[in-house]
């Protein structure tokens, strides 16, 4: 089956500095990717889609200056939380969608736990 | 209103019991159904996948929809400890499309 991975699986960092978060597949080219956030106890939130060498799309709400996404292959995309602060603690999860195929279907990654003290 | 309503539970059960979980959504335009379950700090992993109303089956999971009433659900039978998790369910207008999410029912199994 597709695999998806995100690295790092957890990070704890102090308000005011950046972390990056990587998202791959592993066995397949994802020609869409997807960022979601999920805070304890409640439902995935899509934060911006991501197309292969174009320029991120994000939902209503979402900063793009302080959440930057590059997906500058087919199997790699990063989300980079820029100045973070402790609001942005949360859960972020990826998922990508194999081109070509007539499917709905999304492969998540396992998340990234972000705590920002 | 939320797009798509889901009781969030927490849901306990005995093992071996059937499980019945549920959704409703508003928007009429949502074609493509999906649950997922996910244990806890891991991602999502897709379970069961519809297009339009019907049901569908695989092994102890059937998941059914009705568009008339907006309403869909997913019976888990023969439940094992191991089906312990937060099972979401998901839909969208269409394929490849932007997937709005209910806010998960947590399912406790009891041995």
């Known amino acids: 089956g597709a695999v998806v991975s995100q690295h790092p699986s957890w990070v704890i960092c102090k308000s005011g500095t950046s972390v990056k978060i990587e998202c791959r597949s592993l066995d397949f080219q994802a020609t869409t990717m997807f960022w979601y956030r999920q805070f304890p106890k409640q439902s995935l939130m899509l934060m911006a889609t991501s197309n292969e060498g174009s320029k991120a799309t994000y939902e209503q709400g979402v900063e793009k200056d302080k959440f930057l996404i590059n997906h500058a292959s087919l199997t790699l995309s990063t989300l980079t939380v820029t100045s973070a602060h402790p609001e942005d603690s949360s859960f972020y999860i990826c998922?990508?969608?194999?081109?070509?195929?007539?499917?709905?279907?999304?492969?998540f990654g396992p998340g990234t736990r972000l705590t920002v003290l | 209103q939320k797009e798509v309503e889901q009781d969030p539970g927490p849901l306990s059960v005995p093992e071996g019991a059937i499980v019945s979980l549920n959704c409703t959504y508003s928007n009429s335009a949502f074609q493509y159904f999906m649950w997922y379950r996910q244990y806890s700090r891991k991602g999502p992993e897709l379970l069961m996948y519809t297009y339009s109303s019907g049901n569908k089956e695989d092994g102890r999971f059937t998941a059914q929809v009705d568009k008339s009433s907006k309403y869909i659900s997913l019976f888990i039978r023969d439940s094992q400890p191991s089906d312990s998790a937060t099972y979401l369910c998901a839909m969208s207008r269409n394929q490849g499309g932007k997937l709005i999410f209910g806010q998960g029912t947590e399912l406790s199994v009891k041995p």
């Open positions: 998922s990508a969608t194999p081109g070509g195929l007539a499917s709905n279907e999304q492969f």
